[in-house]
């Protein structure tokens, strides 16, 4: 008998979170026990109600949390361009919400008593601003040992995509991803050096259009009003930045990466919210703080990804 591993995921859904999400509850290996959302790809109770929309398609019952409704500092930025004025690429009307009653407890509470529960053994995943996972980590001092690992799809090793220099969840709450970064905790940083090779090709999201259940047709419907925007960008396919997390906790085999030192730029302007690494220089920051992921075996992950939304 498989010893699933406990997750809980902090995302902001956005196009890519709802895949993640989509393939982390069909996946054995893990257990997700708890789903927080917050501000970042669009506005919070959107992200909220995408997450509530997307475990009911997945027919789970799993918890869903609330959390920041604005970064810790500063102003919202989000990515509308990207996953349309509702988060979910259009698609947010013809969901029906689950019938389910709003969870009291806040996503920062939440990941702590999980954590607490779990006892060294929960994995903390966070796809969207770090502002839930900072404000944990400030509110329970504890929590950086008490998890085992927290996963984040962030930053990079080299370059931005909202500018020249910062991601997009690091750009939207900098000082929450400083917050992270200095906590100590064990993470495994999957930054756009690798989650921009992790391309899910056209002919891939066909054959996922062939599938015959509710969830691959969701999971096909927002991939194909998503595609243009990648593709317009000179990808060769849809950027499963957010799915690499899930993907790397069930089958670590498909990536690599090297431990290294990430300082964020909170002060800058040209420079805001990039994640200084060391991992290229000479010069050291003195400390490794992140496993830096820098590869994926793109045929296998695309494979895989494919066959994972063929079991529902
Ligand atoms: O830069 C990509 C990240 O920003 C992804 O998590 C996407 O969902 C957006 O939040
Ligand atoms: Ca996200």
């Known amino acids: 008998m498989m010893n699933k591993l406990p997750v809980f995921i ?3 859904p956005g196009a890519d979170d709802i895949i993640a999400l989509l393939l982390g509850m069909n996946m054995p290996e893990l257990d997700i026990v708890g789903i927080s959302t917050l501000c970042g790809n669009v506005e919070a109770p959107k992200t909220y109600v995408n997450a509530l929309k997307t475990v009911g398609v997945a027919g789970k019952n799993i918890p869903v949390y609330k959390g920041a409704e604005t970064p810790m500092t500063r102003e919202l930025y989000t990515a509308k ?3 349309g004025n509702d988060g979910m690429a259009g698609l947010s009307d013809t969901i029906a919400a689950p019938d389910v009653s709003e969870e009291k407890e806040k996503a920062w509470d939440a990941i702590y008593r999980e954590a607490k529960k779990y006892n060294g053994e929960l994995t903390l995943v966070a796809v969207g601003p770090m502002t839930n996972v900072a404000i944990a980590l400030a509110k329970y001092k504890e929590l950086a040992s008490l998890l085992k690992q927290i996963v984040i799809m962030g930053g990079s090793a080299a370059y931005g995509n909202v500018t020249p220099a910062a991601e997009f969840n690091i750009y939207v709450d900098p000082e929450a991803a400083d917050v992270l970064f200095k906590s100590g905790a064990n993470i495994v940083m999957f930054g756009l050096d690798v ?3 992790a391309i899910l ?3 891939e999201i066909e054959k996922i259009g062939q599938m015959t259940s509710p969830q691959a047709k969701f999971c096909y419907s927002i991939l194909k009003n998503t595609e243009d925007f990648y593709l317009s960008k000179g990808f060769a396919g849809n950027c499963m930045h957010d799915p690499c ?4 906790l069930a089958y670590p085999e498909l990536f690599s990466g090297k431990k290294a030192g990430i300082c964020v ?3 800058a302007r040209i420079t805001r919210g990039k994640t200084v690494c060391d991992m290229f220089t000479d010069v050291k920051f003195g400390f490794e703080n992140a496993l830096v992921m820098m590869d994926v075996n793109r045929d296998g992950f695309g494979e895989k990804i494919i066959e994972i ?3 529902y």
């Open 10 to 12: 902090d995302c902001d």
């Open 81 to 83: 361009d990207v996953h």
């Open 195 to 197: 989650t921009e090779q």
């Open 201 to 203: 090709l056209p002919e």
């Open 245 to 248: 997390t899930v993907m790397y």
């Open 265 to 267: 730029e909170t002060k």
């Open 309 to 311: 939304m063929s079991r």
